[in-house]
């Protein structure tokens, strides 16, 4: 999916862009993305999980992200401001630039998985 500065909720299913303005992770100007409620590097071998991403996200986490091509970063997931919820998500950086009206975007492929409530 190509995000930008609006953003995406990735707790709908599909993901869609964000209609509540706390969106789950947003392309910036400045090359970075944005992950409101934490991001954190996916950096071993093993296929990410939620049970690993929620476990990195507790030890590490930013909001905002340069990603380079092909990194992989668990996102945390919201299905509100007010429902945090333990939902997680693992995106993988396809592409980033400027689309045709100059609005920034980031390409990614996001594997979300069930709350966990």
Same mark, same amino acid.
């Given at each position: 999916?190509? $995000? /930008?500065?609006?953003?995406?909720?990735?707790?709908?299913? &599909?993901?869609?862009?964000?209609?509540?303005?706390?969106? /789950?992770?947003? =392309?910036?100007?400045?090359?970075?993305? $944005?992950?409101?409620?934490?991001?954190?590097?996916?950096?071993? @071998?093993? =296929?990410?999980? &939620?049970?690993?991403?929620?476990?990195?996200?507790? @030890?590490?986490? $930013?909001?905002?992200?340069?990603? /380079?091509?092909?990194?992989?970063?668990?996102?945390?997931?919201?299905?509100?401001?007010?429902?945090?919820?333990?939902?997680?998500?693992? $995106?993988?950086?396809?592409?980033?630039?400027?689309? &045709? @009206? /100059?609005?920034?975007?980031?390409?990614?492929?996001? @594997?979300?998985? &069930?709350?966990?409530?």
């Amino acid at each position: 999916m190509q $995000v /930008d500065p609006v953003g995406y909720s990735l707790a709908t299913v &599909p993901p869609s862009p964000d209609q509540s303005g706390n969106p /789950d992770i947003s =392309a910036s100007f400045d090359g970075t993305f $944005v992950a409101g409620l934490g991001a954190a590097k996916w950096t071993t @071998t093993a =296929a990410p999980s &939620p049970e690993g991403c929620a476990s990195l996200l507790m @030890t590490r986490q $930013v909001t905002r992200v340069t990603a /380079d091509l092909g990194d992989v970063y668990c996102v945390r997931v919201a299905h509100g401001p007010f429902n945090i919820g333990n939902q997680y998500a693992a $995106v993988r950086f396809l592409e980033r630039g400027l689309d &045709p @009206t /100059d609005l920034p975007y980031v390409r990614i492929h996001a @594997t979300v998985w &069930p709350d966990e409530d």
